[in-house]
C-alpha cells in the first residue's frame, strides 16, 4: 500500500487531503499528524539534477575558456557543494521533503523526458515518505522557462525598455502555462532590485534603476505567473543590486532610509498588486548583517508591516554561505537555527542548514518548534493551494499537459517578437536610418561587422537555457530558432550585398580582425556595427551574474573597432546589443545611427533589422540612463543634488549622454495643453495632471509620456526628480490623445528622519515630458495640513486613462 492510499491513518489525516475544507482547516490536521522530524524535512530541498561540477565539454574562447576545460557552474560554489547530494533520492526524502529543485533546467531534456522525471521523483517522495506529501517543484523563468527547447524571450531589463506592463504581463502568463503544463509549480522570478551601479553584472536581470518602473514592470509579471497558477518569486530580497563597487555578493553600505525608498517599494508592490507568494532572500548584507539572518526585514518589513503570508526561500546555499561566507555562524547547523529563527521558511536548492539537526534541537529544548510550525505551516498552506494534499491528486496528473506543450509555440514566437521590437530604443537616427526611409536611397551594399553580429546568444541572458546550461553541450546548438542579426539584415533587404566580418571578439584583446573588417566598411555603402555583450555566469560572459564590470567601456577592444570603422569614411550605424549600458560619449560623433538593444531574445535579430531598414517603428525606452564616459559614478538618475552635475564642486560630471526614459522613432510628438486640477490640495488628498501628446510626424508611432514629481524642501534629501507615472501611447499621424494622471499625495511619500514613512506639506514641482531631461510641461502644487504618516495601505501607483482628443490635424 503506498502513501496516497493510506486513508485510515484517523479522521485527521482524511480532513487535510480534504479539498473542500479550507486550506487553513487542512494545514492544522496535517501538521497534528506530523513528527518534529517530518516537520523539518519539509524545510527542505533536493538538486537531484546538479552534476553541473564537471567540465565543459567545449571551451569558447568567448566565454573564457581555452585550451583546458572549465566548469559551467550556474549558482555559486556550485561545484563545491554538489557533493551534498551524497545519500540516495529514496533515503533523501524518506520523511518527505519541501522542494525538487530544477528538474527541467539542470540539462537538456525534451518537456516528455522532463515529466517523467518529475513524475519517478514525486512517485519516490509519496510512497518512500508516511504521509506522501507530494513536494513543490522549481524552475527559473527569469528569461521565460529556463529548460531546453522552451522561448527565450528579452532579458528583463529589455521589459522595462517596453514601458508596457500589460504585454510583460501576457508574456508571465504564457510563460506560468507551459511550467504548469510539465509540472513545475514555482518559479524563481523576478529580479525585482533597482539598478545603483551599471557596472554589476546582473544588471541585465533587473528591470532598470527608478523603483516606480520596476514595481509596474516587476508586478505586471507577477501577475502573469500567480494568475495561471504558479508562484512567483520575488527576489532578491533586499538590497543586492548595491553592493560596494557592484561586485557580486559584495557588501552593501546602504542605511535604511535609501532602502526603504529605493530598493524596498517594488517588492511591496509585487505582493500587494501582483499576488507574489514568496520571496526569496539576498546574499548580502546590508550595513553588516545578512539578510537570511535579519528579523528585521524578514519578519518585521515583510511579515508585520506589509502582511506577506507566503513563503521566504534562500537563495542557493545562502543558509551554509552565513558559516563559510559571511562569518557569522560557526556551521551550517548554526546558520540554519538564525535563518529560521529571523524568518527564513525553506532552504534551496539543497538541505544544509535546515537539517535533522533541528529536531534535534527541539527535542533537546534548544529551539522552540513553533519556529518549525511557523514556517511548516507557510509551506503546507502553498501545497494545499496548489492541490497537492487533495486526494486525487498523483504524480501523473501534475504533468498531464506535457504530452501537448510546445515549449516555443508560435505563439510564444510572436509574443516574443513583439516584447523585442517594443523594447529597442532608437537612441539617434542620425543621417543613416531608416535604411528604408522615404527619400532616401536604400544602401545597396552593406558591411555588417562586429562580435555581436552573428552570434544569437548575444540576444540572450545568462539564465537564457542556451547561454545557462547548453555550454555544457556545444553539439546541442540553441534549442530554439535565434537568426542572428546578419541573418535578419538579409532577410530585411534580399536586394542589397551584404558582407561580414566579425572584426574581434567580445571582450579579448585581440585587433587581428580589424584590417578586413575597415577593409569591408570602405568596399560598402554603409557599415552596420553589432557590439556589446555575450551573457554567462561567473565570469564566463561580460553580463550575467558574476560577470561585473571594471569600468563602462565597451568589453574588449568593440570600442576601437568603431574608431577603426569610422575612419574609413563610410557612414556606420552602431548598434549596442547589451545587458547593461555601456558609455557611449566617444562612439555618438562617429555613428550615422545610434540604437540600443537591451538583450532582446530569440527574435532580438528581426527587431533590430526590422528598425534599421524603418519596417519597425522604434518604440522603446531607456531604463537606465547611457553614460557619457566609463567613469563619473554615480550614473543612476535618482540623485540628491550633490548627485547630479555640481558644477565648481567636483571635476566628475555625471550628466549621462542619454537620460532614463529617452528613446526617439521615426516620427515626432508634441506635448501640450497641460493642467493641473488644483494648486493646493491636503496631505491625504488627490489631483489630476492632464496633457495632450500629438503625433506631428509621418508614420503612426509610440510615445511614453512620462510624470516626474519633486519635493522642493523636506526634511532629508530628496531627489531632484523621481517618476511618479507613466503611459504608453499609440498614435496615428496627426492623431492626439490625452493623457490623464490620478496623482494621490501617498506618491510623494518618503522615509523621514525618524525612518518613519511620511507625506509632508510643502511645494511639489509637477514635471511631464519624454524623458527625465526632456520635460517641456510644468507646474506646482502645494501639500497642506499636517505631516502624515502612512504605511503599506498607502497608494502604490498611480492610476492613468489615456483617452482620444476631439480632433485631428
Not at 533586499?238 to 525608498?261: F, T
Not at 545568462?462 to 553541450?473: D, E, G, K
Not at 552635475?645 to 550628466?655: E, F, K, R, V
Request: hydrophobic share 40%; net charge negative; proline share 7%.
Amino acid at each position: 500500500m503506498t502513501a496516497l492510499d493510506r486513508t485510515a491513518a484517523g479522521e485527521a489525516l482524511r480532513a487535510w487531503r480534504d479539498p473542500a475544507l479550507p486550506a487553513a482547516e487542512r494545514v492544522e490536521a496535517l501538521l497534528a499528524e506530523m513528527t518534529v522530524e517530518e516537520k523539518v524535512a519539509q524545510l527542505g530541498s533536493r538538486w537531484e539534477g546538479n552534476t553541473m561540477g564537471e567540465p565543459v565539454h567545449a571551451p569558447d574562447p568567448d566565454r573564457g575558456g581555452g585550451d583546458e576545460a572549465g566548469t559551467a557552474n550556474v549558482a555559486p560554489l556550485q561545484d563545491a557543494f554538489a557533493a551534498a547530494n551524497t545519500s540516495p533520492f529514496r533515503e533523501a526524502v524518506r520523511l518527505g521533503i519541501g522542494h525538487l529543485t530544477r528538474v527541467h533546467g539542470s540539462r537538456p531534456v525534451t518537456p516528455a523526458e522532463g515529466a517523467s522525471e518529475v513524475v519517478r521523483l514525486q512517485r519516490e517522495v509519496v510512497e518512500q515518505s508516511r504521509l506522501g506529501i507530494p513536494a513543490l517543484v522549481h524552475e527559473e523563468c527569469l528569461t521565460g522557462f529556463t529548460t531546453y527547447g522552451a522561448t527565450v524571450y528579452p532579458a528583463a531589463i529589455a521589459w522595462a525598455a517596453t514601458f508596457d506592463p500589460e504585454l510583460v504581463a501576457r508574456m508571465g502568463a504564457a510563460i506560468a502555462r507551459d511550467m504548469r503544463a510539465v509540472g513545475v509549480h514555482q518559479g524563481l522570478a523576478p529580479v525585482l532590485d533597482v539598478v545603483r551601479d551599471y557596472r554589476w553584472g546582473r544588471v541585465e536581470e533587473t528591470m532598470g534603476e527608478d523603483p516606480y518602473l520596476v514595481s509596474m514592470i516587476g508586478s505586471a509579471y507577477v501577475r502573469g505567473l500567480e494568475g495561471e497558477g504558479v508562484i512567483a518569486t520575488l527576489k532578491h530580497f533586499a538590497g543586492y543590486s548595491a553592493s560596494r563597487a557592484a561586485r557580486n555578493h559584495g557588501p552593501v553600505p546602504m542605511g535604511r532610509r535609501e532602502l526603504m525608498d529605493m530598493i524596498l517599494p517594488p517588492f511591496e508592490t509585487a505582493i500587494a498588486l501582483g499576488g507574489a507568494r514568496s520571496v526569496m532572500n539576498s546574499y548580502s548584507d546590508v550595513d553588516g548583517v545578512p539578510v537570511a539572518t535579519d528579523p528585521w526585514l524578514l519578519t518585521e518589513v515583510l511579515r508585520d508591516d506589509w502582511g506577506f503570508t507566503g513563503t521566504v526561500v534562500s537563495d542557493y546555499w545562502s543558509i551554509p554561505f552565513l558559516a563559510t561566507m559571511h562569518l557569522v555562524a560557526a556551521d551550517a547547523g548554526e546558520a540554519g537555527v538564525q535563518a529560521l529563527t529571523a524568518g527564513l521558511d525553506v532552504e534551496l536548492p539543497d538541505t544544509l542548514g535546515f537539517g535533522q539537526h533541528l529536531a534535534e534541537r527541539v527535542r533537546r529544548g534548544e529551539l522552540p518548534e513553533e519556529l518549525i510550525d511557523r514556517a511548516v505551516r507557510r509551506l503546507l498552506t502553498q501545497k494545499a493551494e496548489l492541490g497537492l494534499l487533495d486526494a486525487d491528486w498523483t504524480p501523473e496528473s501534475s504533468v498531464a499537459g506535457a504530452a501537448a506543450v510546445e515549449l516555443d509555440s508560435q505563439a510564444n514566437r510572436e509574443l516574443a517578437r513583439e516584447l523585442a521590437e517594443r523594447s529597442v530604443v532608437l537612441l539617434d537616427a542620425g543621417s543613416a536610418l531608416p535604411m528604408l526611409g522615404e527619400g532616401r536611397t536604400a544602401p545597396r551594399r552593406i558591411a555588417v561587422v562586429g562580435p555581436c553580429a552573428d552570434d544569437p546568444r548575444t540576444f540572450m541572458g545568462c539564465y537564457a537555457f542556451p547561454n545557462h546550461v547548453l555550454p555544457r553541450y556545444p553539439g546541442l546548438g540553441l534549442g530554439v530558432e535565434a537568426p542572428s542579426v546578419l541573418a535578419a539584415l538579409r532577410a530585411e533587404l534580399p536586394d542589397a550585398e551584404i558582407s561580414y566580418e566579425r572584426g574581434c571578439d567580445v571582450r579579448e584583446d585581440d585587433r587581428s580582425g580589424f584590417a578586413a573588417a575597415a577593409a569591408a566598411a570602405r568596399e560598402a555603402d554603409l557599415c552596420v556595427v553589432v557590439v556589446g555583450d555575450l551573457a554567462g555566469m561567473f565570469g564566463q560572459g561580460t553580463s550575467g551574474e558574476g560577470c561585473d564590470a571594471d569600468d563602462l567601456r565597451l568589453p574588449g577592444v568593440q570600442e576601437d573597432l568603431v574608431t577603426e570603422l569610422a575612419a574609413t569614411g563610410t557612414p556606420v550605424v552602431v548598434v549596442v546589443v547589451s545587458g547593461r549600458p555601456y558609455a557611449l560619449g566617444e562612439i555618438h560623433p562617429r555613428a550615422a545611427g545610434l540604437v540600443q538593444a537591451f538583450m532582446p531574445g530569440e527574435q532580438g535579430g528581426g527587431a533590430v533589422a526590422g528598425v534599421l531598414s524603418g519596417r519597425v517603428q522604434p518604440g522603446g525606452r531607456l531604463p537606465v540612463q547611457i553614460p557619457r564616459t566609463p567613469g563619473g559614478q554615480p550614473h543612476t538618475y535618482l540623485q540628491p543634488p550633490l548627485g547630479a552635475d555640481s558644477d565648481g564642486i567636483s571635476n566628475l560630471d555625471p550628466t549621462p549622454l542619454f537620460p532614463f526614459g529617452y528613446g526617439t522613432s521615426y516620427t515626432s510628438f508634441e506635448l501640450g495643453e497641460f493642467r493641473i486640477s488644483d494648486t493646493e490640495v491636503p496631505t491625504d488628498g488627490e489631483f489630476t495632471v492632464s496633457v495632450r501628446v500629438r503625433n506631428t510626424g509621418p508614420r503612426a508611432g509610440d510615445e511614453v509620456v512620462q510624470l516626474y514629481l519633486h519635493d522642493v524642501l523636506a526634511q532629508v534629501t530628496r531627489p531632484v526628480r523621481q517618476l511618479a507615472g507613466f503611459a504608453r501611447v499609440r498614435l496615428e499621424p496627426g492623431e492626439a490623445a490625452d493623457v490623464r494622471f490620478l496623482v494621490h499625495a501617498d506618491r510623494t511619500a518618503f522615509t523621514g528622519r525618524d525612518l518613519e514613512r511620511i507625506v509632508e506639506p510643502g511645494d511639489l514641482e509637477v514635471l511631464v515630458g519624454t524623458s527625465a531631461r526632456d520635460l517641456p510641461c510644468a507646474g506646482a502644487v502645494r501639500l497642506t495640513g499636517p505631516v502624515r504618516a502612512v504605511g503599506h495601505d498607502r497608494r502604490l501607483f498611480t492610476p492613468v486613462d489615456v483617452h482620444p482628443a476631439a480632433e485631428r490635424q
